[in-house]
């Protein structure tokens, strides 16, 4: 009996991530295992668009990537479907953006379409699926602050990488006696700081959901100066929020073409360190190094876990879901629930509560 070949498509959307490959990996094996075809968009959603691009996926062509870091198939934060323009807001994709998307879903005969991104990206998912396209998603961010999953992968790379480099940090912060301030990614969520400055060994840790005074982390430094502790480290998110300032953001030439970027209070917080304490400081930021380079083993595992799970959900026809990893399982949820608003750290939590028990100061 001649059984049809489904044939479902896989596009990687936003900013790269540790993890991506893995995912690939994990669809293109699972999918071929089924007897599934797959078609790689690339460069994100933009791959659907005029000039449609995309790639045949074997199990040959992704047999030796889930080591690497980036995504093979390319992506951008920046396109025509930019759907994320602030924390939590979104934008309506064009009308003519989505039936161009629709009508190569349609053109090629595809059964399903697996779209990995970060919430902005999930978020266009949804609107494709609206369109009649049939829609799994796969949650993603360095940023680990996407609702309905506990963890995403590329997380624990980017944590490992602020790890690394408080560890080298610390050695020249405690030889010359300085202040060294380390800001870190994960926009408006404070998880990759938090966990990063956990690990590494911060004093004081700046996140955006504890709004910060200056004088509070500048007295902390000198109380600690005055026992005889030669050196501060402090980690900042790039989303911290002093408690009497705002938001620092980077001037860009693209501003208006998606989210504005973050970046600067590292500095600003070196500046105003050493004008209050008289201290020598210094600050560093981490920036890209967190997003790039290969992924740990975790983010190896859950990316490829959740490239099955992608898989075993179109199995099953649970469109408008995504794979998110609960309890050590990987499940499926609602898109829609995911993407209501983003996880951030909550201040009451256990977490900031054990951090604060080892003495590590919030500045609040
Ligand atoms: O969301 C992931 C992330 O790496 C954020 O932590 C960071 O603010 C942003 O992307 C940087 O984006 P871009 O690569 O466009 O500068």
């Known amino acids: 009996m001649f059984v049809a070949l489904k044939r479902i498509g896989v596009l990687t959307s936003g900013g790269d991530c540790p993890g991506l490959n893995a995912v690939l990996h994990g669809v293109v094996s699972a999918a071929s295992t089924r007897g599934f075809e797959v078609l790689g968009f690339l460069d994100g959603y933009e791959g659907l668009l005029n000039p449609v691009r995309y790639q045949r996926l074997d199990p040959v062509s992704v047999s030796h990537i889930s080591h690497l870091g980036g995504t093979i198939l390319g992506t951008t934060n920046r396109g025509r479907f930019v759907a994320k323009v602030g924390a939590g807001k979104k934008a309506e994709i064009p009308r003519e953006i989505l039936h161009q998307a629709r009508d190569t879903y349609r053109g090629l005969n595809l059964h399903a379409l697996i779209c990995i991104g970060g919430d902005g990206s ?49 050695t020249t ?9 380390v800001e870190t990614m994960g926009r408006h969520a404070g998880w990759i700081a938090l966990h990063g400055g956990l690990a590494g060994g911060a004093d004081a840790i700046l996140i955006p959901e504890i709004p910060f005074h200056f004088d509070k982390v500048a007295r902390f430094a000198k109380e600690r100066a005055s026992l005889g ?13 002093p408690a009497k300032g705002h938001l620092s ?42 997003r790039g380079g290969n992924p740990t083993a975790l983010d190896r ?15 099953k026809g649970k469109f408008g879901h995504m794979v998110s990893y609960q309890n050590y399982e990987i499940g499926g949820v609602p898109i ?15 977490f900031v509560h054990h951090a604060r028990e080892i003495g590590i100061c919030f500045g609040d």
């Open 249 to 290: 953001t980077v001037k860009s030439a693209l501003r208006g073409k998606g989210e504005v970027r973050l970046g600067g209070i590292g500095e600003l917080v070196a500046e105003e360190m050493e004008k209050r304490t008289q201290q020598e400081t210094r600050h560093v930021v981490l920036g890209h190094l967190q």
């Open 301 to 315: 595992i859950l990316g490829t876990r959740f490239g099955v799970g992608a898989v075993e959900l179109v199995g």
């Open 173 to 181: 912060a405690r030889s010359h006696k300085r202040i060294m301030v």
């Open 229 to 241: 502790i030669a050196s501060t480290m402090i980690v900042v998110a790039e989303g911290a929020i």
């Open 122 to 170: 999930l978020s266009t998912s949804l609107q494709l699926q609206k369109m009649g396209m049939n829609v799994v998603g796969v949650p993603k961010t360095i940023d680990n602050d996407i609702l309905a999953t506990a963890s995403t992968f590329g997380f624990d790379s980017a944590v490992t990488c602020v790890v690394d480099s408080l560890d080298r940090l610390h």
């Open 336 to 350: 829609a629930e995911a993407v209501a608003r983003i996880r951030t750290v909550p201040p009451k939590g256990q």
